[in-house]
């Protein structure tokens, strides 16, 4: 029998740490073989990609980390941009010794992605789920998005996390539900009470605001690209991904039905399936 150690060691599964331009990030490196970087969105600790890292590292070597002032990585370390973020992305591929990697981004992830891949070159093909052309556009006030965005602030504690789980959940999946019950089982795969927000949330908020993919277009690396939108995301809606992809030469683009903004947690299996054929074309 191997003991846990051994487990991890025989698993090719590993949590580090690594000091970088003033933050000590924190990492966790699942299965092994072809490397894939996974990058998250705002408000979410890199655990919140375990339900890919499950299926994909049974034949990939997954790295998802915290974000810098997100979770165990700290401390933030002065401003947020994707420039930055980007550049933690690269420091996370050195520390592994890999040349290039499949990226995975989700929102601000998933533009985070597209500058790494714009700026070093390093990407063996890109995933970009619930995304956009300009930050601004996710940022945008609709009234939906208003109104779901005074409860999540300014509600009980309850109401906040009600009106969370209606921002990153579908109709469906909230149909019926105990939302108490679902906002804290879904609560570890945030990292954080759901009527709580870490406070680099403004922070992240605000460099997704100032990013505009398009400065990036013509630098952008000749690699399979998938780009992933979600029917019902009121964040990303699906007309801004396939702005995203017609602008990406070669590039394919799937909307999920009857997702939402969440929609790695919700529909994890469709999430995993289409990843799984990306990278095995790729």
């Given at each position: 029998?191997?003991?846990?150690?051994?487990?991890?060691?025989?698993?090719?599964?590993?949590?580090?740490?690594?000091?970088?331009?003033?933050?000590t990030?924190?990492?966790?490196?699942?299965?092994?073989?072809?490397?894939?970087?996974?990058?998250?969105?705002?408000?979410?600790?890199?655990?919140?990609?375990?339900?890919?890292v499950?299926?994909?590292?049974?034949?990939?070597?997954?790295l998802?980390?915290?974000?810098?002032?997100m979770?165990?990585?700290?401390?933030?370390?002065?401003?947020?941009?994707?420039?930055?973020?980007?550049?933690?992305?690269?420091?996370?591929?050195?520390?592994?010794?890999?040349?290039?990697?499949?990226?995975?981004?989700?929102?601000?992830?998933?533009?985070?992605?597209?500058?790494?891949?714009?700026?070093?070159?390093?990407?063996?093909?890109?995933?970009?789920?619930?995304?956009?052309?300009?930050?601004?556009?996710?940022?945008?006030?609709?009234?939906?998005?208003?109104?779901?965005?005074?409860?999540?602030?300014?509600?009980s504690?309850?109401?906040?996390?009600?009106?969370?789980?209606?921002?990153?959940?579908?109709?469906?999946?909230?149909?019926?539900?105990?939302?108490?019950?679902?906002a804290?089982?879904?609560?570890?795969?945030?990292?954080?009470?759901?009527?709580?927000?870490?406070?680099v949330?403004?922070?992240?908020?605000?460099?997704?605001?100032?990013?505009?993919?398009?400065?990036?277009?013509?630098?952008l690396?000749?690699v399979?690209?998938?780009?992933?939108?979600?029917?019902y995301?009121?964040?990303?809606?699906?007309?801004?991904?396939?702005?995203?992809?017609?602008a990406i030469?070669?590039?394919?683009?799937?909307?999920i039905?009857d997702?939402?903004?969440?929609?790695?947690?919700h529909?994890?299996?469709?999430?995993?399936?289409?990843?799984?054929?990306?990278?095995?074309?790729?």
């Amino acid at each position: 029998m191997l003991d846990n150690e051994a487990r991890r060691a025989h698993d090719g599964i590993g949590a580090g740490s690594l000091p970088h331009d003033g933050c000590t990030f924190a990492y966790r490196v699942h299965g092994a073989g072809v490397p894939v970087v996974l990058i998250q969105g705002v408000g979410l600790h890199g655990d919140g990609w375990a339900p890919q890292v499950d299926a994909l590292s049974e034949a990939f070597a997954c790295l998802s980390f915290d974000h810098r002032g997100m979770g165990a990585s700290q401390p933030t370390a002065g401003a947020v941009t994707v420039e930055r973020l980007a550049g933690d992305v690269v420091a996370l591929m050195d520390a592994q010794g890999w040349d290039a990697a499949h990226l995975v981004g989700h929102s601000l992830g998933a533009l985070v992605a597209l500058e790494v891949a714009a700026v070093s070159a390093r990407a063996l093909s890109l995933a970009l789920l619930c995304c956009v052309v300009r930050g601004r556009d996710a940022t945008r006030l609709t009234w939906p998005i208003a109104r779901l965005g005074i409860a999540a602030t300014f509600g009980s504690a309850r109401a906040r996390r009600h009106a969370f789980l209606r921002l990153v959940l579908p109709p469906s999946a909230l149909r019926g539900a105990e939302l108490d019950e679902l906002a804290t089982a879904l609560a570890p795969r945030f990292g954080h009470d759901l009527a709580e927000q870490p406070d680099v949330v403004d922070a992240q908020l605000a460099a997704l605001r100032r990013y505009d993919a398009r400065q990036r277009f013509g630098q952008l690396p000749e690699v399979p690209t998938l780009v992933m939108s979600a029917e019902y995301d009121p964040i990303a809606p699906p007309s801004f991904g396939r702005a995203l992809a017609a602008a990406i030469p070669g590039a394919r683009f799937v909307c999920i039905p009857d997702a939402a903004h969440g929609v790695t947690i919700h529909r994890a299996a469709e999430v995993n399936a289409l990843l799984l054929g990306h990278l095995a074309s790729a």
